[in-house]
């Protein structure tokens, strides 16, 4: 059996990448002959490796042109299944790491003002991705969805009427052995430490979690993540008063030892499927709050291992922070932090992958 696996940018120690990484491990485990179809590659020996890296200007350019060449690579080469990671029609598996843009175009129109509305309705980009997205649920050929949360199947049945059967959701997987509580070092001096890692701070709600630091004196603030626009939010935080408060450390290789510092990690996303961050945080040990929106509200029970926040709500996040430092030193929080996030661990990840290609790969083993 042989299988193309299509993801744009890869990098092993991406989020996204890390699941590219365990789907291929499955479906060589399952008996399968896989190729990487990507621009770049990054990753291990041993991978067979396709790469389509036609020129482009501009993030439309780029995902149009990378989903024709990688199409007709596919197509030329014959494979017996395609499964994509990004919005491309026509393959058989694709998984919804992004979750639905329309959905998050909903959510992003609805806080925006009114000039910004009609920049998001203009904008050219928002409507491929609308279309590839509308026309890769249509298509005949796609055989499964992978949802990373039972928050993108619901988008995308209410969305896109797909049948349940065709989302199966398969939750990230963390690694247990890497992401383990840190030995307690003692008493730290100042307030409550709050730790935000992510990229694209609009969309996770960094000005929600600057504005409710505002409101939780002594508190600080540590950011993990690149953004292009990391010096608006410095220039929030300075109109805010609380840039001596926050930390903006900008993209950070390992970030064990600023959760093993943090008493709580925050993420009052206005839409985010599944972070991982959120789940290494629990496998840490450190409690989270994160809002409805997020997939990861879905391993969260409240006031045991963390806190549910409404989006764009700075005095509700800010009473749950203070909350949470109420509590910094809780050790049944931080136990039932880590015991929330051990069913999630990369061995179940792989069974779930296992067991949906065993269905969509003859002969494969469950």
């Not at 896109?160 to 247990?176: A, C, H, R, S």
């Not at 994160?290 to 969260?300: D, I, N, Q």
């Not at 764009?312 to 929080?333: I, S, T, Y």
């Amino acid at each position: 059996m042989r299988i193309a696996l299509v993801r744009q940018r890869y990098n092993p120690y991406g989020g996204a990448e890390r699941f590219v990484e365990r789907a291929l491990a499955a479906l060589e485990r399952a008996g399968a002959e896989v190729t990487l179809i990507t621009r770049r590659w990054n990753a291990a020996p041993g991978r067979r490796v396709l790469i389509v890296d036609p020129p482009y200007l501009g993030s439309l350019w780029r995902d149009a042109g990378f989903a024709r060449a990688a199409r007709a690579a596919w197509q030329r080469e014959r494979f017996d299944l395609v499964q994509s990671h990004e919005r491309i029609p026509g393959c058989a598996v694709y998984r919804a790491g992004d979750g639905v843009h329309r959905q998050w175009l909903e959510y992003r129109v609805a806080a925006a003002s009114p000039l910004e509305r009609l920049a998001i309705g203009a904008n050219p980009y928002h409507r491929y991705v609308c279309e590839a997205e509308r026309r890769l649920f249509a298509h005949p050929s796609l055989r499964a969805v992978i949802c990373n949360s039972h928050l993108v199947r619901a988008d995308i049945q209410r969305h896109f009427g797909l049948p349940q059967e065709k989302l199966p959701v398969i939750y990230n997987g963390v690694d247990l052995e890497h992401f383990r509580p840190a030995a307690a070092t003692g008493e730290r001096g100042g307030g409550a430490r709050f730790l935000f890692v992510g990229s694209g701070f609009a969309r996770k709600g960094l000005d929600t979690a600057l504005h409710a630091l505002a409101l939780v004196p002594q508190a600080q603030l540590v950011v993990a993540g690149r953004d292009r626009e990391a010096p608006r939010f410095a220039a929030l935080a300075r109109r805010l008063g609380v840039a001596g408060r926050v930390q903006l450390l900008g993209g950070v290789e390992d970030v064990r030892p600023l959760y093993a510092a943090a008493d709580c990690f925050i993420l009052p996303t206005l839409y985010d499927p599944f972070p991982n961050a959120a789940l290494e945080a629990l496998a840490m040990g450190v409690p989270i709050i994160v809002s409805r929106r997020c997939g990861a509200a879905e391993l969260l029970r409240e006031g045991e291992n963390g806190w549910l926040c409404e989006p764009a709500d700075a005095p509700g996040l800010a009473a749950l922070m203070r909350r949470a430092a109420e509590r910094a030193h809780d050790r049944d929080l931080k136990t039932a932090a880590r015991a929330s996030a051990e069913p999630y661990g990369i061995e179940a990840m792989a069974r779930g992958l296992q067991q949906l290609y065993a269905g969509l790969v003859p002969g494969a083993a469950a």
